[in-house]
Nanobody, 119 residues
């Protein structure tokens, strides 16, 4: 059973920083890519950033220059360093990973972590 467990959300003042972490555990042969999405109630889940096993990154325009995604392949962990947070970054963030467990590639999601930016 594969699981994604997120940590690091919380309350921060505008202009501040937070670091999200997501650990993938279970029967894992390969993970590609890993990333972060975010979703407001009643809205679609939107891309924040993704990173391949080789380190290629992709960011939403709204977070470029403020957020940095990274991963530790040995630990099956992806991180999202969020700097210069704005009130519009207040939302639930979801970890994402496409994982090969030995028989098929499958998409997995974390449970979500709330980030609240106060002005």
């Amino acid at each position: 059973q594969v699981q994604l467990v997120e940590s690091g959300g919380g309350l921060v003042q505008a202009g501040g920083s937070l670091r999200l972490s997501c650990l993938a555990s279970g029967s894992i042969f390969a993970i590609d890519p890993m990333g972060w999405f975010r979703q407001a109630p009643g809205k679609q889940r939107d891309l924040v950033a993704t990173i391949t096993s080789g380190g290629t990154t992709n960011y939403a325009d709204s977070v470029k220059g403020r957020f940095t995604i990274s991963r530790d392949n040995a630990k099956n962990t992806v991180y999202l360093q969020m700097n210069g947070l704005k009130s519009e970054d207040t939302i639930v963030y979801y970890c994402y990973a496409r994982i090969y467990s030995g028989y098929a590639w499958k998409d997995y999601w974390g449970q979500g972590t709330q980030v609240t930016v106060s002005s």
